[in-house]
Every structure is written in C-alpha cells, then in structure tokens.
C-alpha cells in the first residue's frame, strides 16, 4: 500500500511500521492551457513509502479448536521433529485479571490447567488475544526435569526478488518447574548465491517475560522460499521447561521505509558483521543475500545519485544542446516550484532528496529538446558493463526520452602510432555508439512510486581500453520532445559477460580479423565474474588442469602502452602489477611490435599439468596443409623446465601428429607442422597443447597466440621440420604397437559374434593392429602396419573404422589392398552333407555391395575394389570382416597397404573386362537401402498370417531355420555368379578398337561370337538355378506358414514379422536379379554388344603382347 511522506521523524509512528500498512496520498491536480492533445486536467498521486503485508497462516494461533487444540498439526502450524513426546498445543489463556498482589485469575486458565501440564498463567501479550502457541516438555503432571526437543513450522512464505521484509515473533520461557528452559525461533530456507540454504535464528534464548524478536532481511536478484520455525529448545538441543510463542509477522516495505526502521528504530549498523544465529542481538541480513553491484570507481566522484550538497551540474554534465530545454539538480521537495507541475515525489530509495530534472517546451518556430554528456567513463578491453538509471515521467506531450552511450576520441591519443581517425587511413578505426529505444510513459511499481530502471550495456573493444560518455536526451534535433523527466540514481557496472543483454547493447569493435580456426588468436573472451577478473576463458576453446591452487590459465591481455597525459606507467602494469603472481614479466605481442595482443596462459605455480583444446577445423582430402602457432615459454628455477606437447587429434581421436619437449627460452617462437591429406579423407580435427602430463608434470608459463592453418605446398611440405602424410592414415598412423601383439585400434572399433552357442561373442576373436616388421605372421612390411582379425571359434568377426570416408556424388573410387588369409589346415574340405562351410574375409563399404570370400594361399595377394557413387554425396565406413562359421574355417586375416583414391569411368569398365575380375578385381555396386517400420503386434490378413509358435523357444528354432536356409541358399546363388556379374548394363565407349577390329574382322567376331555363346550359356544356368532356389524358397515358406498359421489366432510379434520382411525382401532380391539376367540375355544377344566383345578380344590381344 503506498503511503505518503511524513514530514519531521516519530520514532513511535517508525515502529508502528512493523505491524500496520501505510495510507495512500494524492496529490494535488494542474490545469495547463494548451491545444495539444495532451492539454487536459490532470490528476497526480504519488508515494512516500509502501508496505504490505505478508500472510502468515494463523499468525496470532487463533484459529484452532476450542478451547484448545493439540497435535502435531495446529491450523496452519506443522510439527517438525518426529517421535518427540514433548506436548505442543494451541491454548486459551482466558480473560485474565491481575489482582493487587499480582495473582492472575482466570476461569478458563484454571479450568483447562492441568490439561496444559502449566503451574502458572503465562498470559498473552495483547489482552484482546487468549490464545498462544505452547510447547511444553512435559507429557504428563508426575513427570519433572525432563527434556525435549520440538519445532513447529509455519506454511512456506515466499519473498520476492530485490525486495525489503521484516519478521517478528513475540516469546516466552517458563520454568514450569523444571531447572531451565530455552527456545528458538528461525526463519528457515533462504539460499545464498551459490545455492546453499541457510537458516537465520533465535537459539537457545530464554526470555523469562514476552519479547518480541526480529529478523530484517533485503532479498538479492532471485525469490525466496521460506518458513518461520518456532522451538523448544532449539534444532540441535532439547530443553526443559516450557516454549510459548505468539504474534507472528511478516511485512515487505519499500527500501526507503525499511532502512527508516533499520537504522532509526532498530540500531542496525551498516558495517558490523550480519550473523546468520544469535543469542538475542537483532538479526540483520542486508548484505549477504543482494549480489555485490561492482561500480567503476571513476563515477563515485560524478555525483551520479545527484545527492551532493556542493556539486552543481555544470561540474560532472556538459550541455550538448538545448533549444527550449533546461535541466538542473534539484530537491524533490522542491519540485513543484521549479517546474510548475505537481509533486511526484522520489523512487523510495533510502535517503533520496535530489535528482536530475530535464524539461522541455513548446516553440512554434523551433525544436524543443535537450541532451546533456557527462564525464568520460574508462571501457576496459573485454569488460562487460551495465548503465542504468531510475526515470520517472512527469510530463510528456510529444517525443520522447533515452539513454545514449557514445565513444569518444580519446582512443586516437592513447594509440595514436596504431589507429587513425581518418577513414581513408589503412588503419581506421571507427568510434561506435548506440542507444535505448525512446520512453514516453511511466511504469507501475507501487515499490519504486511508478520509477522505471534505464539499462543499457556496453562490451568493451578485443584489443583497446576506450572511454565513453553517457548522455541524457529529451528528444533531440530530429525528433522534438515537449515534456518533463525525473532522472535520478545513474550507475555504471562492470557485470558478468553472462548478463550482457545483447539486444540493448553497445559492442565497440577493434577491426580484428577471424582467423581459420575460431578466436585463433584469443581475441573472443568471456568473464564468469562481474569484476573482470584475469585471466578470461577463451571463447570455443576447452581447458582442463590438475587443480585451480597449482594451475591457472585463460587469456590475458598484453598493452606497453600508456594513458597519454594520465599515468607514466604502461597498461600492462597498471592492470597487473601487484594483483597477480604470474605478471612478472610482461612478454608481449609475438610480432614484438607495440601493438596490444591477447594471449592464452598456461601457468603451472609447482609441477603440475594441465591442457588446452581448440575448435574444430577442417583438412580436405588431398591437400597440402601449414598448421601454426606462436609459443612463449618462461622457466621457473624452482620447477621442472616448462616444456609442453601439442597434438593434433581427428574427432575420433586418432592422434595424427605429436611433439613433445618443445621449449623457447623467454622469446616468442613460432611452430609449423605440415600436413599432406588423404585423397579421399578429409580429416575434422583440433590442436590441443599439454603443458605437462599426469606423471610429467612441469612448471612455469606458456603463452599461446595466433594458431591458424591454411594450404601449403609439395616443395615446403617436403622441407618441413614437422609434417605427417596422412596418406597411409588407415593403418600407419596407431602409435601403440606393442611387440608382436594386436593391440586396439584407435581407428577401427573391434567386434564379432559367435556362431556357435558353446561361446560368448567376446570368447571367438580378436581384432586389431600389429606391426608390420614384427609380428607373428610371417608378414614383413617395412611401410605399414598390419589390420588383423583371427577367430578362435565359429563366428564372424570385424574392424569397423570409426572414420568416414569422403565420396562426392557421381565419382569413381579405387580402393586397393594387401590381404593375407590364414586357415586351418584341410579348410576347404570342411564342408559336409548338411552344412557348407562359408568362410573367407570381406571388404564391406556402406552402401555398397559387400565384396566377401577372399581367401589368399597364406601369403599377401593384391586386391582391388571400384566404386561408382550415386548422385548423392556420402560419407561410408570400412569393414574388415572374417567369416568362418565351422570349427574347421576358423584362422586369420591380415589386411595393409590399403589406400583409396579417385578413378575414372574408363578405368573402371577397362577393369570388368580383365581375366582377373571377380578374382582380385571387383566392382561393388551401390545398394539401395531398405528402412523397415517397427510396428506394433498388429493381426495380419488371413493369408499372410505368420504366428509363433506357442513355446517360445521351438518358434524361434524354426524362424531361425528358415532363415539360416535362406542365407544358406543366397550363399549357394553367390557362388554360382562367381564368374558371372550380375550388374546393370554399362556401354563400353565405341572409339578406341574400331580401327584394329577392321584389320582382322572374321577372326576377331568368331571369338567374340565364341564369348557371347559362354556368356549366354552362363546367364541360363544362372536363371535356372535362381528360378530354382526361388520356388524351393517360397515352398518352404508355404510350409513354415501352414505348419504355424493357427498357433496365435493370427498375431505375431515385431520379432518374427522382421524375419517375415526379411524373407519378402529376399525374394524381391531374387526377382530383380532373374529379371537383371534376363535383360542382360538379351543385350547379350545384340550386335551392340557384340561390337563390345569384338573391342575386348582386341585388348586381350594387346595385353598378351606386353605381357
């Protein structure tokens, strides 16, 4: 409730605050003469203070059953400590008389004494109350000097942010009998800003006659939770005796009002510590809860709150303009007489007599507005700031106010030998300024007497210290403004980059350039604190170190410049000197120029470690690439020398470069690594610099700058003191070869499943990398490292690469390779009657057709795979697969020298025509991809029905056969196309073999005419065998549906419904591949591809004669 202002102090009437709200005030009323639209009688109100009061349930105890009530539940009241035997009771004291001899005479008291286990009235503090919260020790009247310990809490209570409460609660002890009694009284939940809850308290008091006890509490920028505890004894300690309590309150007052209670009334002392638990003395928490406001110190002598006795305007404000304006300080009190307009009082903040009024008038023959600059403010490089004000508007007929921040030329003096002013210069800087959107009315804040916030925020330059001047504008020479604007409280903060209100906001901008890998040169950093606190984190980059007491890292900025005209010492030292233990020396720009520079620290105080990572960045595939960056490192006598580590890590964590031992000695020195890319892998990879290692530490400083990478060339690549050929970047690169072992690669992810239910999956093969010198394969590659998987048991086994690699959309590949298969003796003679053993390695790419059955004579053979992507770019995965699904098939597989690059369409067809396709040669075809719903049990169609079987495990013993005969059966299809490559038809161009085909034509078409013959006999057989397999296939499917259709009323679990797709989509495959050879049958038979064989018999030919 707003209230009005009290002329002269009552301290009697202060107190009352406590207890009763204040009572509006309205002022008086102003005609003003005028044909704008806003001409009209107005009526103005305003406030001198607020208070309101907060509901505390059944706050004097009387509500509650009659006479009395008892229980751990007390009308709002709620026992705390369970199990406790102490009585708790809401009571009727009755209406009492005190007789001469000071002998209480009750008749209810008396009626209801031995009830309440009380030897004495204790009475109530108000007369016109009877009832009181009590807790008494004892359960019975026999008992004597017992103890007990109980708290009852009030409903939770919730205070609003940036806001002003007082509490009180009135208490008593009595003996009772018993040899001592205590009580406590809390107020319970309020968190600090680091999130912990505390508690403020009254423990273990004993006031022998009612007495009344405050908490004063200024909540901080979050809403609190909280609750009034009242106790016998105290949380921690039981009591004898007797606890009584009564008159709760809760109030929140305007800040004005709160303080008036605080310092005149209740003797609060601003600078005496504020205890959290007392014996008695008043509890104040004004401190600890409100997050500390760091103001930049220059304006404590600006006279920003206008409450200087001797200050005039003219001393910290400038007038810009002011055609029909004025502005002066002035009391508030004195409002009235110098505007002419009624009174609208202050912003209840405590002890608040002046402030800035602007006003501005109507002139038909010129603009009216008004603006004021004041003194210049310091913006530090990477500081964030808030300015704000408190504006009220007491008039505004047209136009509007705000608040403008504007940099000023003082930057040119300071770097007058790095930035010009003149635009025309290389090295132009342009000052920067911005503005608040325009106010043109008032807000409602009964708080704050309808008193709006200002705010605007600044984010100071990358690379310079900057000033700025706030300005005030009513209007300005473009908009005119007819009005009148309280302006009063103006700050100016450093905050938190997290506060930053980027949407109402002034970025000054030092023309820096973004390097190739983010914030390559730290020029981007944030703080967590509000005071800009050095070192900063460094935007996109991750830092990770031992502990915060031996380690500290971040960015710092450098600056040998000085204040021209203000101060002899140069930046650096003014920020650093005397704050921090690793300013000693200041190392400078890494161009050794005066230029200001950011540079990320690592400093180490004892032998300790820590890491700093970049961003990501990119390496496209074949390439020649320069990474680099700047280093400085200082030593410490004291520490282990201050040598670091960089890496350069892809995102799958495959280190691809590391240096240790790197060290300069107090200079600035600069590092290359050059890089030469796979032609089809691109690698997305970061730097990250180890300044000592767990078990390495080191001591001392690093200074880190200007990291970049950009393309480079053969000839520099080959003179490199630093390089790495990623290349050979599938098998080489592992660098944790250990002996002759397979170890885990970083590269491939190891899996395997086992075929036989005797073992687990982790029980039937291993995987990996080996090295290619020393083994125990009698495999010696001098270039390479080995890919090995070997199976100790049926199963199928894999290296899966945990890299992707690069196809672009509608290009040939050629991926090339060394294998050597390794299988027990008598293998090949391990089928049988009812099984045929499938074993040999695979080469499998995403996407693609798997190219399986390899099978070498135990020594390495070539291999050669071609790929024709589709119209869509695509990034597979590798898979190294070995198969052997009989005890007989079990052994090894050893894969190196694997490299992809580029092909043609020329080279491609060329190699489907060698004798050695399908045998060393492959072409994989691109497979499009199924995506299968997963759908819920739903009934199917009668004839499509395909239940399981009631016992789980006999349904899944025959899906699992049909399935395996399926598979068994493609396998059989896959052996018969051994020589024959069932693929779409591709036309050989018709240019090259014209000309010798002529030469010898009857000769050259009888072969031919010869291949045609074989080739069409082949497609027959394999028709036949596949029309086959496919009528075997849906007999038996036909079968397994008749034998199982009844089994579950025509439902089916998602398990068996994808084997039921699985099966659809295998005899889908085996139709296209009928309907495949079936055009191919009859492309066979046309003079086109006649032509084609007579061209391929004319190759044979060459190739035989360079043979």
């Not at 596949?1026 to 579950?1048: C, F, G, N, T």
Request: glycine residues 6%; aromatic residues 10%.
């Amino acid at each position: 409730m707003k209230k009005t202002r009290n002329i002269g102090k009552s301290y009697l009437k202060l107190a009352s605050l406590c207890l009763l709200p204040c009572a509006l005030f309205v002022g008086g009323s102003l005609a003003k003469a005028s044909s704008n639209a806003y001409a009209e009688e107005k009526s103005y109100s305003y406030s001198t203070g607020c208070t309101e009061n907060v509901n505390v349930t059944n706050p004097s105890f009387a509500s509650g059953s009659s006479p009395y009530a008892t229980g751990p539940s007390l009308s709002g009241w709620n026992a705390v400590v369970s199990g406790s035997k102490a009585k708790g009771m809401i009571i009727n004291v009755g209406d009492y008389v005190e007789s001469d001899d000071g002998t209480i005479e009750s008749a209810t008291f008396a009626k209801y004494k031995s009830t309440y286990l009380l030897d004495s009235n204790p009475m109530t503090k108000d007369k016109s109350d009877t009832r009181i919260l009590m807790i008494n020790s004892k359960s019975s009247n026999k008992q004597q000097n017992v103890q007990e310990k109980q708290g009852y809490q009030s409903s939770t209570l919730t205070l609003k942010a940036n806001s002003y409460y007082v509490f009180s609660v009135s208490a008593l002890t009595m003996l009772n009998g018993d040899n001592f009694a205590e009580c406590s009284i809390y107020l319970s939940g309020l968190v600090d800003e680091n999130g912990k809850k505390f508690d403020l308290g009254y423990e273990k008091i004993s006031p022998t006659s009612w007495t009344d006890y405050y908490f004063f509490v200024a909540t901080g920028n979050q809403d609190q939770e909280v609750s009034l505890q009242l106790y016998l004894g105290s949380k921690t300690t039981a009591s004898e005796g007797v606890a009584l309590f009564d008159g709760t309150s809760a109030y929140r007052y305007s800040e004005n009002e709160f303080f008036n209670l605080c310092y005149d009334v209740h003797g609060y002392n601003a600078s005496a510590d504020e205890k959290q638990i007392s014996d008695g003395e008043k509890i104040f928490m004004i401190k600890k809860l409100k997050s500390e406001v760091n103001s930049v110190e220059d304006i404590a002598t600006y006279n920003f709150d206008f409450e200087s006795t001797s200050a005039s305007l003219a001393d910290n404000w400038s007038v810009i303009a002011h055609p029909n304006g004025t502005a002066s300080i002035i009391n508030y009190a004195d409002f009235e007489s110098v505007t002419s307009l009624p009174r609208i009082g202050n912003d209840l903040s405590y002890n608040n007599n002046k402030a800035l009024v602007m006003q501005t008038t109507q002139n038909e023959y010129s603009s009216s507005y008004i603006g004021l600059k004041s003194k210049q403010i310091e913006i530090k490089p990477h500081a964030s700031y808030k300015v704000s004000l408190k504006l009220k508007i007491a008039e505004m007929e047209s136009g509007s106010f705000f608040l403008k921040l504007t940099e000023n030329d003082y930057i040119y003096e300071v770097y007058s030998s790095l930035i010009s002013e003149d635009e025309n210069d290389d090295n132009y800087l342009a000052l920067s300024s911005g503005k608040t959107s325009g106010y043109t009315s008032n807000t409602t804040d009964q708080w704050t007497n309808d008193y709006q916030t200002v705010d605007f925020y600044v984010k100071g330059h990358s690379l310079y210290t900057s000033f700025v001047n706030v300005e005030l504008w009513l209007g300005d020479k473009d908009t005119s403004a007819v009005g009148c604007v309280v302006i009063d409280d103006i700050n100016v903060e450093t905050i938190a980059d997290s506060e930053l209100n980027s949407a109402n906001c002034l970025t000054l901008n030092s023309n820096t350039t973004q390097g190739s890998i983010e914030n390559s040169s730290f020029d981007t950093a944030t703080s967590t604190s509000n005071s800009l606190e050095y070192p900063l984190n460094a935007t996109g980059w991750t830092a990770n170190k031992e502990n915060d007491v031996k380690c500290e890292s971040g960015v710092v900025y450098l600056d040998k410049n000085t204040y021209a005209g203000l101060s002899d010492k140069n930046i650096y030292d003014t920020m650093y000197e005397g704050k921090h233990d690793w300013a000693g020396i200041n190392p400078g720009n890494s161009d050794k120029s005066n230029s200001p520079a950011n540079v990320y620290m690592m400093f180490n105080r004892q032998n300790s470690y820590q890491s700093l990572q970049s961003p990501y960045f990119t390496l496209s595939g074949n390439e020649y690439y320069k990474v680099s960056f700047d280093y400085y490192n200082q030593l410490f006598s004291t520490t282990n020398p201050s040598q670091f580590k960089v890496e350069l890590v892809d995102d799958n964590g495959i280190t691809l470069f590391s240096q240790d031992k790197i060290q300069s000695l107090d200079e600035w020195k600069n590092m290359e690594i050059y890089f030469k890319t796979n032609s089809s892998k691109s690698h997305k990879i970061y730097a990250k610099i180890y300044f000592g290692e767990q078990g390495n530490e080191v001591g001392g400083m690093l200074y880190l700058d200007n990291f970049d990478f950009a393309s480079s060339t053969q000839e520099d690549y080959a003179n490199a003191l630093y390089s790495t050929d990623t290349t050979g970047f599938y098998t080489k690169l592992d660098s944790n070869l250990d002996g002759t072992k397979v170890v885990s690669s970083t590269a491939y992810s190891f899996s395997a499943t086992s075929l036989d239910s005797n073992y687990a999956n982790n029980e039937v093969a291993f995987g990996g990398i080996a090295s290619g010198t020393n083994n125990a394969y009698d495999i010696t590659n001098e270039k390479d490292n080995l890919l090995v998987v070997t199976t100790t048991a049926p199963a199928k086994a894999s290296l899966k690469s945990k890299f992707n690699l690069d196809f672009k959309a509608n290009t040939y590949y050629k991926l090339t390779f060394d294998l050597a298969t390794i299988f027990n003796e008598g293998a090949d003679k391990a089928n049988s009657d009812e099984h045929t053993c499938n074993y040999g390695a695979s080469i499998l790419l995403d996407n693609f057709e798997e190219i399986s059955g390899l099978i070498s004579d135990g020594s390495l053979n070539s291999y050669t795979i071609y790929f024709k992507t589709k119209d869509i770019d695509s990034t597979p995965t590798l898979q190294f697969i070995l198969n052997s699904d009989c005890d007989e098939t079990t052994g090894t597989a050893v894969l190196t020298n694997l490299e992809l690059t580029t092909s043609d369409e020329d080279t491609y067809v060329y190699a489907q025509t060698q004798a050695s396709f399908n045998k060393s040669v492959f072409a994989s075809e691109y497979v499009e991809q199924e995506v299968e719903d997963e759908k819920p049990d739903e009934e199917l169609p009668e004839d499509e029905q395909a239940p399981v079987e009631s016992n789980p495990t006999t349904g899944w013993m025959v899906a699992s056969g049909l399935i395996t005969g399926i598979a068994v059966l493609i396998a059989i299809i896959g052996l018969i196309f051994k020589n024959v490559k069932i693929k779409k038809i591709e036309k050989v161009k018709s240019e090259a073999y014209d000309r010798r085909i002529n030469k010898n034509h009857e000769l050259i078409m009888a072969e031919a005419q010869k291949l045609r013959d074989n080739e069409l006999q082949d497609l027959i057989q394999a028709r036949d065998s596949i029309q086959k397999q496919k009528d075997e296939l849906e007999a038996s499917h036909k079968e397994y549906m008749k034998s199982i259709r009844d089994e579950k009323q025509g439902k089916i679990s998602k398990a068996v419904e994808k084997e039921f797709k699985k099966y659809t989509s295998m005899v889908a495959t085996l139709n296209e591949k009928i309907n495949i050879i079936k055009e191919k049958m009859d492309y066979t038979m046309s003079a086109d591809h006649l032509i084609e064989l007579e061209r391929k018999v004319v190759m044979q030919q060459e190739a035989s004669k360079k043979i």
